[in-house]
């Protein structure tokens, strides 16, 4: 800090001019309408007046100012001679001093001496300033005068204290105090300091602020640190005087220590000091900063300041009504406004405090990030991130990476963000553009919780910001929607859909952007485009307004445009869009308008609109079979979600029903007649019919002519003028007459129960002997009937699926077994048609790959393949056949191929062989099945009531949800739970670039929201315990059947495989919800209670009320009790997942930490059933999971390690070639690699997150460490010696990786240690080099093995891994320099060899003898200075010491 002696500048000279005004401008203009009577000079001829005349100054009386004849510096100096040098010094001194006082009793005459000089003309144009100091200011400059003159001030101030300020509007004590301020030198600083002091203590408090303020241009800087210490004190005693002491302190050259003692006592007081005071506070914090101290100030002002309770109440009831009355003045008084503009320069100090000191912005995101609790964080925490984004560039990422870290951990949740913009909005509105900016950023993310994150920053900044602001957060969010960026789009249709609803005048306003993303409708997926003309719809219709007008017409545009288009892409778009737009106007108004009666109901204009929109729709797309189902499925879609007015839903359901009785139902006496390929049958009826009575489906005479028209058959006239109706539209065309009649009657279906046992038209669909003879066509023909009657079945279950009366359930269940038969006999025909393309059953495609052009090329390329391959054919076929619907690969959805052998080749192979066909590569060919249908899970038995023909019960037959149809339902709940709850990594899709086909067949799940789903399926909780439960019962009953042979009679069985499938999807679908993200939403809290209740109530029923943490262990030891009956590896790593899920929950998971460990090593040491297929029976990738969950879990990874690797891997190289190890029967030849590869990475993960260690710490502590790393090394020599044995090549890949980054970890953790444990425990370091130098040694042998194999896959690693083992030289020789041992290390040769042991020839070496001797230098540690044996540590080629080329390892 500079010195406080300096001249004063202008503005100070403008603050002593300003009293002197005052004081003169009035007096002075009266004197100039009098005569110069008064203007006298001062008579007195005292020895005072008269050394002052001599001088240079000439004293007035009265109101006018004492004349300067001569320069300043000259008067000054003249004095000082004249006193110095007259006879009676140093009297003369005193006689001019008391003249002085004499002369200043007078209080005009003290005033006068107080004012500015007046210059007399001529000296005052040869000056080149026209300021002049007072006559007491003047006599301050000379030294001999100071201290006499400044104690006759001190004495002279205590009169007018207490005195109000005269009538000329003169403040003496300030007009007394300026005197002091700025003098060139202070001959007594310590007394001036010390007089000063006390005056402030008896001042009134409006002075005190006044002297306080001033003491920096007062006092020298040698009395800083004392009057800051008296500051200090003062600042305890009197609280009124904070903020000038705060000012002051920040202008002293102060010590840290007095500057550290009083930011603590001002940070105590942070909490109860008033408002005003906060700003000034806040900076001298800030500003008292240094970089040692920063993060703990920092830490404890965050913690302090609590700005929501600093903020006047009034203040947050005016911005409240600012909330809710948008444009309206709020009546808000001074204190409101004074609140504000407080707030607003605290956030001005903070501000300049985060761009100017990188310290203080770098210290407050720390001390946030260091912030781990999720109730301490506050919502200054997020205001200061916004800040300090906003104003340094430089910590943009920085701020990012711990805003993400912050909201995957769930410390920042929606909560806080809304409070952080209703306190603090008015600030935050001025960086809108950046918190903009941070919210695009996060919603580039692939973490779903934090884009939802970003996706609240635009929802807030627009609720709470101004009309500007608003329109940039539209913009943000039409240009995320425009991106091409699939969740991006997803993200911002939400935002717009809430703002929509919460704030629709608002949006009205920026409609016209909104509007602008009609232009990217191609690169939207159906979903979207349902999301964007909903929210225009609902801007364009709400309400009757002029300015929407234009939304209509632009509306109306692009949906004729849309629907008149040939391609089936853009009629997509006008379809979903006309039929969104019809359901917004027709939507039913009668509960929302209660309060306006005659407003309900909907007008006939509106009617006849909604009408003639669905009239146009449907005219325009009865051309195209797509089109007309997916309008019958998006109207189906509009009645199920929204309440249609009464009117359009009689329209409706008149039309729909009229025309789907026309169009497929045919009386069932009256059989098809025609040139048909088969025999036409009704099948799969309910009832028994009369001869006359009854109706039926008519299906296969439809599905023909529909063939004779595609192939080019002629019709006849007659044929010709009847209408056409595609068997494409029977299931779409079914689902909207139910839900039209759901709708209609309130679920009651009795109109159209008929349906549910009707039977269909259809030809004996049983393959037989009759099956190789078929034509292609034939067979393509009955895939097509199969695959329609599927349909049709799966949306008779979706229709029927909740209707009460047993009679009804018994038949639903028995169409869901018809489904299971339809199934297993669609494979055995798609067995043998390769070629096949199913037709559509959803309609809303986003792409065309699922059209049949891209399927037929699909499952063309794929048959080439296999005529040409041999194995390579038989590895793809078994691919696609996979049952594991994780396995496939996306396109497969979309064009099967269910197999890849022609009919000629399978009448080679014979009958016994039969190529497998999975229908999970055909989902997209089935219709969708609702939620609703998995209430049939809660059957259990079903009476079935046979009648007489009195209607007497006659019988009663008992019907149950079979294993088959159990499994076919847990399959498809588990495909929507994976769909839907599951988080999938987001795919990024470049633009105008298609966006896969994941979401085929979930377009009706993707109506609804995750939590209603998750809520839905905690409702089935109970059944499905009920199922788990019985197949857990059934598997008991069978081990003990079987006296626990894993290969026992009923092992191979169908039943078994069913039973142990339904047993995997079961345990699949409760991981599933139970792994679902949502549960640590707040609002999703309930939700999981409920769901842990079900489990925990299945283990001690009837409990009352319990905490989370007792629900979560008692739902653990249920779970964990379906271990004893695990019919499969699947299973077992499905219970492993899930318990591990339920953990994750708890807050104190070490006990079932360890539970989990066991049950994992359990699984691995049991004996498991063969598979068909595979030898082993357990997918490598699922072996390797529940081997990593295992180690991750138990307490001594380094002891199972040395277990496995030590007990399992010899009995495994003792057995025969096909056994496995006894310990651990899943330790096989063929997974020996796997195995091998997981410890080899826990083993490298574990001692990486063991500490270095410093010598600061106890010799208890260096001991352990000590062991723990002797164990790792003697793990990692029993790992490494193992590729003696196995030396194949993806063993030694993991090898080579695996070993760098062990060593890696020895160099950085383990060698520190080493360091200062050397001198204490000198042989057990010995011992631990000599083994770790025998691996290494190992390693250099691998590196030569790799490159004389030439192999790149393991060639790769040799670089790096060799220079790992140099460093590892220099580091062992350092540390022996450290501990005085040099002489112990020395450096031999050692040849390069292979596995084996035999040395590698030089590829020089016929070239040159000399090249054979090119060896790798090896360092030796030496147990004693030479006299002991040596031990060896490794060195790789290269080392410094030795001039080894290495070049016969190029």
Known sequence: MVSKRRLPTSEDRGSLREDASKARKQPLSKKTKKSHVHNEVEGNDSVFVKLLKTSGITLKTGESQNQLAVDQIVFQKKLFQTLRKHPSYPKIVEEFVSGLESYIEDQDSFRNCLLSCERLQDEEASMGTSYCKSLIKLLLGIDLLQPAIIKILFEKLPEFLFKNVNSDGLNMPRLIINQLKWLDRVVDSKDLATKIMQLISIAPVYLQHDFVTSLPEILGDSQHADVGKELSDLLTENTLLTVPILDVLSSLRLEPKLLTKVRKLVMGKLSSVMLDDLPMIIKFILHSITATDALEVISELRENLDLQHCILPSWLQASQSKLKNKGQTSSSGNQENSGQDCVILLFDVIKSAVRYEKIVSEAWIKAIENTTSVSEHKILDLAMLFIIYSTNTQTKKYIERVLRNKIRSGCFEEQLLQSTFYVHYVVLKDICP??????????????????????????????????????????????????????????????????????????????????????????????????????????????????????????????????????????????????????????????????????????????????????????????????????YDEFANLIQGRKLAPKVLEWAGQTIFNDFQDAFVVDICVVPEGDYPFPVKALYGLEDYDSCDGIAINLLPLLFSQDFVKDGGRLTSQESDQKLVSPLCLAPYFRLLRLCVDRQHNGNLEEIDGLLDCPIFLTDLEPGERLEYMSVKERSFICSLIFLTLNWFREVVNAFCRQTLPEMKVKVLTRLKHIVELQQLLEKHLAVTPDYVPPLANFDLETSEVTPHTSAAVSAKIRIQGNLGGRKRKADGSKISSPDPLSKEDNSECGPAPSDRSPLEKEFRGKEEKTSVSLQNYHAFFRELDLEVFSILHCG?????????????????????????????????????????????????????????????????????????????????????????????????????????????????????????????????????????????????????????????????????????????????????????????????????????????????????????????????????????????IPNDQLEALLSIYLEHTDGVLKAIEEIAGVGVPELINSPKEASSSTFPTLTRHTFVIFFGVMMAELEKTVKGLQAGTAADSERIHEEKLLYWNMAVRDFSILINLIKVFDSRPVLHVCLKYGRLFVEAFLKQCMPLLDFSFRKHREDVLSLLETFQLNTRLLHHLCGHSKIHQDTKLTRHVPLLKKTLELLVCRVKAMLILNNCREAFWLGNLKNRDLQGEEIISQNSQESAADESEDDASSQVSKSKGTEDSGEDEASDGAKEQESDESDDD
């Not at 609803?501 to 016209?512: F, G, H, I, T, Y």
């Not at 159990?966 to 633009?991: G, I």
């Open 434 to 631: 950046s918190i903009l900016s941070l919210a695009q950023s996060l919603l580039h993310s692939l973490d779903q919780s934090i884009i939802l994150f970003g996706s609240l920053i635009y929802k807030y900044a627009f609720i709470f910001f101004d009309t500007y602001c608003q329109q940039e957060v539209i913009g943000a969010l039409v240009t995320h929607i425009c991106s091409g960026n699939e969740a991006e789009v997803d993200t911002a249709l939400d935002v717009l859909l809430e703002l929509v609803v919460l704030n629709p005048s608002a949006m009205r306003l920026n409609a016209v952007f909104v509007k602008g993303i009609l232009d990217y409708l191609d690169n939207m997926s159906p979903q979207q485009i349902r999301k964007l003309f909903y929210i225009l719809s609902t801007l364009a219709f709400s309400k009757q307004h002029e300015a929407s007008s234009h939304i209509q017409d632009d509306m109306h545009l692009v949906i004729r445009k849309q629907l008149s288009s040939t391609m089936f892409k853009y009629k997509l778009i006008g379809i979903i869009g006309a039929v969104t737009m019809a359901g917004i106007i027709a939507a039913d108004r009668s509960r929302s308008s209660s309060l306006t009666p005659g407003r309900g109901d909907l007008s006939s204009e509106q009617c006849t609109q909604v009408t003639s929109l669905l009239q146009l729709v449907h005219s325009c797309s009865e051309q195209s079979p797509q089109a007309s189902a997916l309008y």
């Open 941 to 1177: 038995l079903v009476a079935k009531f046979i009648l007489d023909t009195e209607m007497h019960t006659e019988a009663t037959e008992v019907v149950q949800l079979q294993p088959p149809e159990l499994l076919f339902l847990l399959e498809d709940l588990a495909q929507k739970l994976e769909n839907m709850l599951t988080p999938s990594v987001t795919r990024r899709f470049p633009f105008l670039k298609s966006k896969g086909n994941r979401n085929i067949g979930f377009s009706h799940l993707h109506q609804r929201s995750a939590s209603e789903i998750a809520h839905s399926v905690v409702q089935l909780l109970s059944p499905m315990c009920n199922h788990l439960e019985n197949i857990h019962n059934y598997f008991q009953c069978l081990t003990a059947k079987n006296h626990g042979v894993v290969d026992g009679p009923g092992i191979k069985g169908q039943e078994y495989h069913i039973m142990s499938s339904c047993y995997q999807r079961l345990l699949q679908i409760l991981h599933g919800l139970f792994a679902w993200n949502g549960f640590f939403q707040p609002e999703n809290t309930n939700l999981l209670y409920s769901a842990l209740e079900v489990l925990t109530n299945r283990l001690k029923p009837g409990e009352p009320d319990q905490a989370l943490e007792e629900l979560l262990s008692q739902s653990f030891h249920y779970l964990q009790n379906f271990h004893l009956s695990i019919p499969s590896f699947q299973c077992a790593l499905y219970l492993i997942r899930l318990l591990m899920v339920i953990l994750e929950k708890s807050t104190a998971p070490t006990q079932n930490k360890g539970k989990i460990a066991s049950l994992a090593r359990q699984f691995l040491c049991r004996v498991w059933p063969s598979g068909e297929k595979e030898k082993s029976g």
